[in-house]
C-alpha cells in the first residue's frame, strides 16, 4: 500500500460540549477498500463520522480527503468534494417519494443523463425502490428505508460513503441482505467505503481493514482477517465464550489494551 | 342571491388571510420559527407596491412595478433571516416569536413615516369596481383576487413539486439533519424560503389593496390569518389557505345570520373549537417516524 490514502486522519479531538468525545483518532481509507470501524454504544464512533462530514467541528487534528484538508468545513462542501453520509436510524424524507429521495441524493450534481443512470443502478441493487418509486418513504419498511438511504447515498457518486450503524435495528435476515449488497457495490462498483458498526461479524466478513474504537480511542487496528482472528476480538465483539479445557470464565478476561 | 355576495366576499377576504396564513407555515415548517410580522410583511408589500406605482409617488406603470416589488420584498425577507434571525440561532422560541413581533412595530412605523398614516388606496389593475347583474352587485376585485389566488397557488404547487430548489425546501424543513447529508445548504435554503414568504406576502398585500384602502395598521389581520393557519393545521400548505377561506367565509356570514359583535369572535371561536377537538388542524399532516 504505497499510495497516499483517499481520506486520512491525524489526531482528530472532537468535544460534545464539555465530553471529549474522539481523543486523538488517527485512522486511514484507501481507495476501493472497505474500512469498518467497530465499538460499543458511547464509543464516539458516529462522533467520528460526524466530524468527518462536518457536522460537528473537531477541536484538534485534521482530517486529509485526497491530500486536502476537509475538517471544519460546512456540510454541504464535504459532500461536494465527494463524501457521502449515510446516517444512523435511515433519516429518510418521510413525506416525499422515494424517487424525490434518490433525485435529492444527486442535489450537488447536474449531469441529468449521468444521474438517470445511476438511478438506475440504484434500483438494479434494489429492486424493491423501483417497485415503490412512487411511494412516500415514510411508508416504508424499516429495512426498505434502510436500503433507501443507501440508495440515495449511492446518488451522489462520492468517492467514499459513510455508513453509519446500517444494520441498527433489522433482523438479522435484512443485515445479511444488505451487507451482502454492501458487498457487491464495494466489488463490483468499486465504491469505497467507511462502515461503523457495533455487529463485528457482518462487519468484519465485509471490511478489507478494521478499527477498534473505545472510549473515543482507537484501541486496536489491522487486517479485517487479522482482527477476527484476535482473542480479544472474538471475546469481546464477536461473543465466542473461547473456554478451554478448564472452563476459563469470560469475566476473568482483561482486554489486553487495558 | 344575498347568499352568493357573501360567499363571493368571504371568499375574497379568506384568500388574503389564507395568502398570509401561507407565509406563516412556509416559514414555520422551514426553520421551526412562527414570523408574527407576516401581517406587517404584507401591509409593506401593498406600501412598496403603492409607492412604485401610485401617480403621486413614482408612478411606474403597475405590470413594470411588480416584478420589482418581489424583489424587494424577496431580499427583505432574505435579509431579514440573514442578519436578524440567525443572529438568534439557537435561542428559544421565545426569543424568536418576540423579534418578529418587533420587526412587525418597526415595519409599521418605517411605513408611517415614508407613505403617512392615513389610508390610502392602489393604483391596482384588479380594482375594477362592482358590476350589477339584475339584483346582485359583484365586486369585480373580489374575483379578481380569487382568480389570482388560484394561480399563484398552482404555481406554488408546482415550484415544490418541479423545481430543485423547491424540493430542497421540502426535504430541508422535513428533515434537517438528512438535508445537510445530501448537500444541501442549508441555512441558504432557510433564506430562501423567507425570500419566498416575501414575495408570499407581497401577493396578499396586493390584493388586499385592491380591494379597499390600506393603511400601517392593515398588518393586524396577520393576527386572523395566524388563527386561520392553526385552524388548518399549522404546518400544512394547502391547511393554511383552506383555514384563511374558512376564516373569511365565517366572517360575513356571522355577521349577517348572528346577533352583531358575533363576527369578531367567530373565527377565534372556531380557532378554540378546534384546538380543542382537533388540536392538529383540520388538515393536519401529522405522521410519526419510524424507527
Known sequence: ?258 | MGVLQLLISGLANGCVYGLIALGFVLIYKATEAVNFAQGDFMMLGAFVTLGLVNPEYMGIPFWVALPFVFLIMGVLGYLLDLIVLRAVFGQSQVAVIILTIAIGFIIRFVVGVIWGHEPQSLQSPLALGDVRLGSLVLGLADVAVIIVTLLMTVALWQFFQRTKIGLAMQAASQNQMAAYYMGIPVKRVQGMVWALAGIVAAVAGILYASKGSIDPTAGFIGIKAFAAAVIGGFGSLPGALMGGLIVGLIEPFAARYLPPGYSQIAPYALLIAVLLFRPHGLFAQVRAKKV
Open chain 1, 1 to 258: 500500500m504505497t499510495e497516499k490514502p483517499l481520506l486520512q486522519i491525524n489526531n482528530l479531538e472532537t468535544f460534545y460540549g464539555p465530553i471529549m468525545a474522539i481523543r486523538g483518532v488517527s485512522l486511514e481509507v484507501h481507495k476501493g477498500r472497505v474500512v469498518t470501524v467497530l465499538g460499543a454504544n458511547g464509543a464516539g464512533k458516529t462522533t467520528l463520522l460526524k466530524t468527518i462530514s462536518g457536522i460537528m467541528d473537531p477541536e484538534k487534528g485534521e482530517i486529509l480527503f485526497d491530500g486536502q484538508p476537509i475538517q471544519g468545513l460546512e456540510p454541504h462542501k464535504v459532500v461536494r468534494a465527494g463524501i457521502v453520509h449515510v446516517p444512523e436510524g435511515r433519516e429518510v424524507f418521510p413525506l416525499l417519494t422515494v424517487a424525490e429521495n434518490l433525485s435529492l441524493g444527486a442535489y450537488t450534481r447536474t449531469d441529468a443523463a449521468e444521474i438517470a443512470r445511476d438511478r438506475d443502478l440504484v434500483f438494479s441493487y434494489f429492486p424493491i425502490l423501483a417497485e415503490r418509486r412512487a411511494q412516500e418513504a415514510g411508508t416504508l419498511s424499516g429495512g426498505q428505508q434502510q436500503m433507501l438511504a443507501i440508495g440515495r447515498g449511492l446518488m451522489l457518486r462520492p468517492k467514499i460513503m459513510l455508513l453509519d450503524e446500517p444494520s441498527l435495528g433489522l433482523s438479522p435476515i435484512l443485515t445479511q441482505e444488505i451487507f451482502a449488497i454492501l458487498k457487491r457495490l464495494n466489488r463490483d462498483e468499486g465504491v469505497t467505503m467507511m462502515v461503523v458498526e457495533q455487529n463485528a461479524a457482518v462487519a468484519l466478513d465485509l471490511a478489507d481493514d478494521g478499527y477498534v474504537m473505545e472510549l473515543g480511542r482507537i484501541v486496536m487496528s489491522g487486517t479485517a482477517d487479522k482482527l477476527a482472528a484476535s482473542d480479544d476480538i472474538k471475546s469481546f465483539y464477536l461473543g465466542h465464550s473461547n473456554e478451554g479445557a478448564r472452563g476459563e470464565r469470560r469475566w476473568k478476561r482483561k482486554k489486553t489494551w487495558r
